[in-house]
C-alpha cells in the first residue's frame, strides 16, 4: 500500500472559505526528493504547495520550508508560508512564533489571539525601470512607472492610472510572461481613501505556471515600501482585487516587511503516494 501523508489545503488572506488564495501544505519527516515534491504541487494545482519539516532543536530556525507552483519551486511565498503556520498553530504542532529556514533566509511567523498570523518578510528593493517594449499591450494599460522589484522577487511593479483601471485589466499572458524574471504586480491607490484599504493589486505570473494569483504576499514586500513611500505611512492594507480577494495588513521596517492575515482549513485528508 502506497504511503499516506496528511494534506490540507488552506484559504489564505481571509477569514473565510472559498476566498483568498488556496495553498497545498504537507508537514512531513523529511523532504522527499524533488520529483516527488514537484507532483504533488503539480496534483494539487493550486498556485503553491508548501512543504515543511521540523529541524533540530538550538538552529537558527524550526522547520524547514519549500514551496512549489505547479510547474516549478520559487523562492518566496506569502500565503503558502501563511498557510503552514495556519496549519502548525491549528494542529497544535507549533505556538508563538515559528522560524522558517528557506531559499529567501529565515523567516518568521507569529501567531496572535485573534486568529491572525504575521510574517517577517525581507522588503523588496524598488529600482526604477524603462516600461518594456510590448509590455503595455500585453497588460492592457499604459503604465504610469514600472520598478523592478531584485532578485528575491524577480517581479515588475507597475503602477496604473487608477483602481478601476487594475480591476478592469484583461491581460495576454503569453505575452505578459516576456517580461519579467517571476511575475508582473499592477497596482493602484484605494479609489476610496477612507475604505478598509489603502492600495489595490493584481498578480500575474504566468512564467511560473499561475495565470493571475489570487493573493500574492510576497508581492506585498514591495508594494509595501511603494505606497508607504507615496502615502507617508508605515501601515497599511491592500486589497489585491482577484476573482477570490483577499486582505493583507502591512508594516515597513526598513529591510524587513511584516504581512499579516487570517488563513482557514477547508480540505483535510491523506495523499497516497
Avoid at 521540523?54 to 506569502?78: K, M, N, Q, S, Y
Avoid at 529591510?255 to 499579516?260: H, P
Amino acid at each position: 500500500m502506497p504511503t499516506s501523508h496528511r494534506i490540507r489545503i488552506v484559504d489564505a488572506f481571509t477569514d473565510r472559505p472559498f476566498a483568498g488564495n488556496p495553498a497545498g501544505v504537507l508537514l512531513l519527516d523529511a523532504f522527499p526528493d524533488d520529483a516527488w515534491l514537484q507532483n504533488v504541487a503539480t496534483e494539487v494545482n493550486h498556485a503553491e504547495t508548501a512543504f515543511a519539516h521540523r529541524l533540530p532543536a538550538g538552529g537558527e530556525a524550526d522547520w524547514a520550508l519549500r514551496w512549489f507552483t505547479p510547474a516549478t519551486e520559487v523562492d518566496l511565498c506569502g500565503h503558502a508560508t501563511l498557510a503552514t503556520a495556519h496549519v502548525l498553530q491549528a494542529t497544535g504542532t507549533a505556538e508563538g512564533s515559528v522560524r522558517f529556514a528557506t531559499r529567501s533566509g529565515v523567516l518568521t511567523t507569529t501567531a496572535h489571539s485573534d486568529g491572525a498570523i504575521t510574517m517577517d518578510f525581507p522588503t523588496a528593493p524598488l529600482t526604477p525601470a524603462e516600461v518594456p517594449d510590448g509590455a503595455a499591450e500585453a497588460l492592457g494599460a499604459e503604465p504610469i512607472a514600472v520598478y523592478d522589484t531584485g532578485a528575491n522577487l524577480g517581479d515588475l511593479l507597475v503602477e496604473l492610472a487608477d483602481e478601476k483601471t487594475v480591476r478592469a485589466l484583461t491581460p495576454d499572458h503569453k505575452a505578459l510572461a516576456r517580461h519579467s524574471r517571476r511575475g508582473v504586480i499592477a497596482t493602484a491607490r484605494a479609489e476610496d481613501p477612507s475604505g478598509d484599504y489603502d492600495f489595490v493589486s493584481r498578480g500575474f505570473f504566468p512564467r511560473v505556471g499561475i495565470d493571475e494569483d489570487p493573493v500574492t504576499g510576497s508581492a506585498h514586500t514591495a508594494l509595501a515600501p511603494f505606497w508607504s513611500q507615496r502615502l507617508g505611512r508605515t501601515e497599511l492594507t491592500g486589497l489585491q482585487a482577484s476573482a477570490r480577494s483577499g486582505l493583507v495588513r502591512t508594516e515597513l521596517r526598513g529591510d524587513r516587511t511584516l504581512l499579516t492575515g487570517h488563513a482557514v482549513t477547508v480540505i483535510e485528508g491523506d495523499l497516497y503516494a
